[in-house]
């Protein structure tokens, strides 16, 4: 018979053995090993989520923390551009003061030194002019010329108002002797007549005293206790040279004012 | 020509005899168990694992996924018992690459015990999960006059069981050999190789098989169950 009983009777036995064998060999191991990796990996799974979300949150915590930093620096650079800027305006404010300042200061320094150079020019120039005419009539000063002075002083003299007369007489009273100045000695005969004239004049005999004075150019000059009778070239030079430097005066002002307008 | 296993009589003490079936059959045995054990004593859980517990991992869990593909429930209870079928019936049937060997599953003998475990294990695993009452009466369904007809389809689609398993294994074998008697030379490879594929199929069939039938009886059940409560 091709079916052996007694085989099968020991197959089926061999069969339940390799199945108690295999369940305790085999699947069961690993069964076992695949259920705690299994369970090792939803545990690690569950973690991994929680730190997910734990990353997500704080990832989401930097953002915030980043675009508020950013916010922030932004207003501080708008606010340090602001300064800055309000910074440069009032330096460009002082700086433009200080250049006034400075223009000012150099501009009166200049107007004084103009002033300066042209109050010293004034004055050269009319010292030249009276030292030019003064040569002028020293060296036209003669005989001819002394007589003519001579003559004008003597008008002077005899001209005085009624007024200078009383203060002149006044004035010999206190005094007896009369001085006379001149750049050149008078002629005995003028001073003899000037001394007859003062004689009348005063009515007492007098004394005249000569002294010579260079600076009196082709004048005379009378002195009599204090009182001064003169008539001399350098009155006018001082009234020639008084009206160049009024007129100098005028003009450098002008200038002065030109300087400005241009500036 | 004698191919059947069952009469190469290797020991033999008054009635107990040990035939090629039965001793090829241990040594399938220890092969399995001693894979299994040298591979299990050493599993782990975390970081690199073996390949040995790889491939093993790999062959339990395909083996769960089928179970729980055609029964629709977890596949716990009868992992031991239809992967032990299929990993016995496989592995007797890709070892007979091996000259000289003679698969168990070539044996009659061995394929009626594996058909008849499997008859028995149909009730076993309905009673154990529903009920003597509730395996006894899908026998009348759907009326007492099928009775008989249930009991000769059971026992003939044990019969087919075994007798499929048997003469695929069996006639692989047979060509094997004639093929070997007529052109000695790379034929017969091409029909080991064959001879490899249709053992493979034939152990998944075998399984697969016994799987539906042992998940039959409770399907029924099930759906008895949801007709009553409608």
């Known amino acids: 018979m091709i079916i052996n009983w007694y085989t099968v009777m020991f197959q089926v036995i061999n069969f339940l053995v390799l199945v108690f064998l295999l369940r305790r060999f085999l699947y069961g191991p690993i069964v076992n090993m695949m259920e705690e990796r299994e369970e090792i990996i939803y545990k690690r799974e569950e973690v991994a ?31 340090a551009r602001a300064d800055a800027e309000k910074e440069r305006m009032s330096l460009l404010e002082s700086t433009r003061l200080e250049v006034d300042e400075t223009h000012k200061r150099w501009h009166k320094a200049m107007q004084r030194e103009q002033e300066t150079f042209l109050h010293d020019l004034r004055n050269r120039v009319g010292r030249q002019a009276t030292l030019i005419a003064k040569q002028c009539l020293r060296d ?20 005085l108002p009624p007024a200078e007369q009383t203060r002149l007489q006044n004035a010999f009273t206190q ?27 005063f009515s007492q005999p007098v004394q005249v005293m000569y002294e010579n004075s260079p600076e009196l150019i082709c004048g005379l000059e009378l002195e009599v206790g204090g009182y001064r009778v003169a008539w001399h070239v350098e009155g006018y030079l001082k009234d020639v040279e008084k009206q160049i430097l009024g007129n100098l005066s005028t003009t450098s002002k002008e200038e002065v004012m030109d300087v400005q307008a241009e500036s | ?63 769960n996924h089928q179970i729980e593909e055609v029964s629709r429930q977890p596949a716990g209870p009868y992992l031991p018992f239809i992967g032990t ?9 890709l070892l007979s690459v091996v000259p000289g060997y003679v698969p168990p599953t070539s044996s009659l003998s061995t394929t009626t015990a594996l058909a008849i ?25 759907p009326t007492f006059f099928m009775l008989p007809f249930n009991i000769i389809g059971e026992v003939s689609r044990t019969l087919a069981l075994a007798v499929r398993l048997y003469g695929n294994i069996m006639s692989g074998t047979i060509i094997v050999a004639i093929l070997l008697t007529i052109v000695p030379l790379f034929f017969p490879v091409i029909m080991q190789v064959l001879g490899l594929l249709t ?32």
Do not use: C
């Open chain 1, 49 to 79: 989520a929680a730190k997910k979300e734990k990353a997500e949150l704080e990832a989401h915590n930097y953002r915030q923390k980043v675009e508020l930093l950013q916010a922030r620096d932004q207003k501080m650079l708008e606010e």
């Open chain 1, 140 to 159: 036209l000063a003669d005989a001819t010329l002394e007589e003519m002075v001579w003559h004008v002083f003597q008008q002077k003299v005899e001209q």
């Open chain 1, 175 to 201: 005094e007896e002797s009369i001085i006379l100045r001149s750049a050149l000695e008078p002629a005995p005969e003028r001073l003899q007549e000037l001394t007859t004239y003062l004689h009348a004049f």
């Open chain 2, 1 to 63: 020509m004698n191919i059947n296993p069952d009469e190469i009589i290797l020991l033999q003490a008054g009635w107990f005899q040990i035939n090629a079936t039965i001793f090829v059959t241990w040594l399938i045995m220890l092969l399995l168990v001693g894979g299994s054990w040298l591979v299990t004593r050493k599993l782990t859980s975390e970081g690199p694992i073996s390949r040995g517990q790889n491939l093993l991992e790999v062959l339990v869990s395909s083996i």
């Open chain 2, 85 to 93: 079928l299929f990993i016995f019936i496989a592995v007797s049937n």
């Open chain 2, 117 to 141: 475990s499997v008859f028995i294990a149909v009730p076993a695993f309905s009673i154990a999960k529903d009920g003597v009452r509730h395996y006894l009466r899908q026998y009348v369904k």
């Open chain 2, 199 to 230: 053992g493979l199929i034939q152990a998944y069939i075998f399984g697969i098989l016994a799987m539906v039938y042992i998940a039959s009886a409770s399907k029924t059940h099930k759906k008895t169950e949801e007709k009553g409560e409608q």
